[in-house]
Antibody, heavy 115, light 107 residues
Framework: EVQLQESGPGLVKPSQSLSLTCSVTGYSITSNYWGWIRKFPGNKMEWMGYISYSGSTSYNPSLKSRISITRDTSKNQFFLQLNSVTTEDTATYYC?????????WGQGVMVTVSS | DVVLTQSPATLSVTPGERISLSCRASESVDTYLHWYQQKPNESPRLLIK???QSISGIPSRFSGSGSGTDFTLSINGVELEDLSIYYC?????????FGAGTKLELK
């Protein structure tokens, strides 16, 4: 069974970078696509981007040049970096396996942006 | 971006009744429309993919229909455990987008 688990700091200061790790077990990240989704207070959901089995990436244009998704195939992990965060980036961040839908999700990590 | 409009925002339900939730897309998404359930303090769970395809392990009371711009998630015989937020999501074009959700609450 595919399992995903997010990890990373729960508090980030404005203007700094948010960095999260998604550890995957039960499936190789060199297969399929692997994405990041966030849920804002108030329940709005946003797809942020994905990294593919080959390492190619696709990002939500709303995040412009602030986002980067990378991976470490030796550890079966992929990563999210979001630069220049503001309070508007306060959300619960999920990693998930994806096609054009999201079938397996991590438990989520709540990240607050505050000084 | 494709905008998904879900209605109603909140639905008060009685256990046992059949209900329908709506999701309308701002442009055609063919059948690339998927439904999720999210209970408090849990991750979203995929309920229906490609508008009407069932998912292993999901109770048969959940069903989906529609194509193009109008979609429906039906629950035939609501149970207390179904009190959650339901989201639709389109996978037809990037960026993938979600509806704002419909919250089921107890009447």
């Amino acid at each position: 069974e595919v399992q995903l688990q997010e990890s990373g700091p729960g508090l980030v200061k404005p203007s700094q970078s948010l960095s999260l790790t998604c550890s995957v077990t039960g499936y190789s990240i060199t297969s399929n696509y692997w994405g990041w989704i966030r849920k804002f207070p108030g329940n709005k959901m946003e797809w942020m981007g994905y990294i593919s089995y080959s390492g190619s990436t696709s990002y939500n244009p709303s995040l412009k040049s602030r986002i980067s998704i990378t991976r470490d195939t030796s550890k079966n992990q992929f990563f999210l970096q979001l630069n220049s965060v503001t309070t508007e980036d306060t959300a619960t961040y999920y990693c998930a396996s994806q096609w054009d839908y999201f079938d397996y999700w991590g438990q989520g990590v709540m990240v607050t942006v505050s000084s | 971006d494709v905008v998904l409009t879900q209605s109603p925002a909140t639905l008060s339900v009685t256990p046992g009744e059949r209900i329908s939730l709506s999701c309308r897309a701002s442009e055609s998404v063919d059948t690339y429309l998927h439904w999720y359930q999210q209970k408090p303090n849990e991750s979203p769970r995929l309920l229906i993919k490609y508008a009407s395809q069932s998912i292993s392990g999901i109770p048969s009371r959940f069903s989906g229909s529609g194509s193009g711009t109008d979609f429906t998630l039906s629950i035939n015989g609501v149970e207390l455990e179904d009190l959650s937020i339901y989201y639709c999501q389109q996978g037809n074009s990037l960026p993938y987008t979600f509806g704002a959700g419909t919250k089921l609450e107890l009447k």
